[in-house]
């Protein structure tokens, strides 16, 4: 659908070969004060696409607006939050946002949620396809390997400023 979205419908099966998956459950506990604690730091996903589940009805899961509003994300029982990775905005060019999120906790219940997360294939490299890229769109990113660019992410340098990836290889 997003593909399809973007005219480039024609990149699924190379999408769908490129990803490996990750499921995993996650607990927050309570931090027992009536004060918000940070569950999980705000982030961008670095991988392609994630999908989470919260499990019970503690909420805590926010979203950054684009113009820097935290917003409660809240799902119903009945719904899925899907998130768009860094890897998927780079290789869409730009055309698809990644935003920064977190988990804030307040009480004393935990949390519990579980996320299932394609991640490329080691040796991936992830380039934007040329229809992405014109005289209006100019290419963003120079293509990347996505091992690599997790090494540099977990590295001092790769948190200066606003965004990882364009610290990696952003133009
Ligand atoms: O547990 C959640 O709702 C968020 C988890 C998350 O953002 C992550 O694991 O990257
Ligand atoms: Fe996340």
Redesign the pocket.
């Known amino acids: 659908m997003v593909l399809e979205s973007l005219g480039v419908e024609k990149y699924l099966e190379e999408h769908i070969e490129s990803a490996n998956y990750l499921f995993r459950a ?1 607990k927050y506990k309570g931090p027992e004060t009536t004060e918000t604690k940070v569950g ?1 730091r705000a ?1 961008r ?1 670095l991988n392609v696409v ?1 999908i ?1 589940y ?1 499990i019970n009805q503690v909420d805590g ?1 926010e979203v950054q607006t684009k113009d820097g509003e935290w917003i409660n994300a809240n799902p119903s029982p009945d719904s899925f939050t899907v998130f768009i990775g860094e890897s998927f905005s780079a290789w869409a060019n730009g055309r698809l946002h990644s935003p920064f ?1 977190r ?1 804030m906790m307040s009480g004393n219940k935990a949390r519990y ?1 579980v ?1 299932l997360f394609s991640i490329p294939k080691p040796g991936c490299i992830i380039k934007a396809p040329e229809e992405l890229v014109d005289e209006d769109h100019p290419l963003l990113f120079k293509p990347f390997d996505y091992a690599e660019y997790i090494r540099f992410y977990h590295t001092e340098i790769s948190q200066k400023g606003e965004s990882s990836l364009q610290n990696f290889c952003g133009f």
């Open positions: 996650m999980l982030h996903d994630t989470l919260q899961l999120h988990v949620s996320g």
